[in-house]
């Protein structure tokens, strides 16, 4: 059974600070690594895809991938109270005939 | 910006009907997906769709589930016999695929979702 683990939260962070999220996955096969944002009762909103190890930065946001230790993060930094919403982490098989998402963590932003 | 669509927003039946949720994949895209979302848990996998044939299915696929692309555009999920817990949000979502080239080959983009209630 291939898992993908991620804390169910809530996490808690003050407006301005760095939020931290954290990924797991099972298959060491897996390329292909997602960042979704979900707001409740919407569709999955993309936020950063990556590939290879290392950092991506985009904006506000990085994502960073480590394949030996089979974990993938999202940094956002100065966060907003927008940015209040649930984090998935999405992760590809050896194919992309199939994509396996996490439970995903539920960021508070306070103001 | 291409999107894509999903018909109905909202579909109420009653246990024992047959539903259709219907789909329309942006146009350039290969690989077409349907997941379901039961209220408060995880976006499950249920079926994934390339070159007019299921590529793979999860256990939840099972003989109650169907899909179909009728036409160059619609993908659709049919559902026979509806169960009470098949109350859920069901995102359809679609992939450039690998011939479509560039970085973005693999990424998924989904629709707003059908969400189905079942009385």
């Known amino acids: 059974q291939k898992e993908v683990e991620q804390n169910s939260g809530p996490l808690s962070v003050p407006e301005g600070a760095i939020a931290s999220l954290n990924c797991t996955y099972s298959?060491?096969?897996?390329?292909?690594f997602f960042w979704y944002r979900q707001y409740s009762g919407k569709s999955p909103e993309l936020i950063m895809s990556?590939?290879?190890?290392g950092d991506k930065e985009d904006g506000r946001f990085t994502a960073q991938l480590n394949k030996a230790s089979q974990y993938v993060s999202l940094l956002i930094r100065d966060s907003q109270p927008s940015d209040s919403a649930t984090y998935l982490c999405?992760?590809?098989?050896?194919?992309?005939?199939?994509?396996?998402f996490g439970s995903g963590t539920k960021l508070n932003v306070k103001p | 910006e291409p999107e894509v669509t999903q018909t109905p927003s909202h579909q109420v039946t009653q246990m024992g009907q047959e539903v259709i949720l219907r789909c329309v994949p942006i146009?350039?895209?290969?690989?077409f997906y349907w997941y379901r979302q039961i209220l408060g848990q995880k976006v499950e996998f249920l079926v994934s769709?390339?070159?007019?044939?299921?590529?793979?299915k999860s256990e939840i696929f099972d003989d109650q589930f169907s899909v179909e692309r009728p036409d160059g555009s619609n993908f659709t999920l049919k559902i026979r016999s509806t169960k009470l817990e098949d109350s859920a949000m069901y995102f359809c979502?679609?992939?450039?695929?690998?011939?479509?080239?560039?970085?973005?080959?693999?990424?998924?983009?989904f629709g707003a979702g059908t969400r189905l209630s079942v009385l």
């Open positions: 979502a679609s992939t450039p695929g690998q011939l479509a080239g560039g970085p973005g080959w693999s990424i998924q983009y």
């Open positions: 298959d060491r096969g897996s390329q292909s």
């Open positions: 990556i590939y290879s190890n």
């Open positions: 999405a992760v590809s098989g050896d194919n992309f005939n199939k994509f396996y």
């Open positions: 146009s350039n895209h290969l690989y």
């Open positions: 769709f390339y070159n007019n044939e299921i590529s793979e």
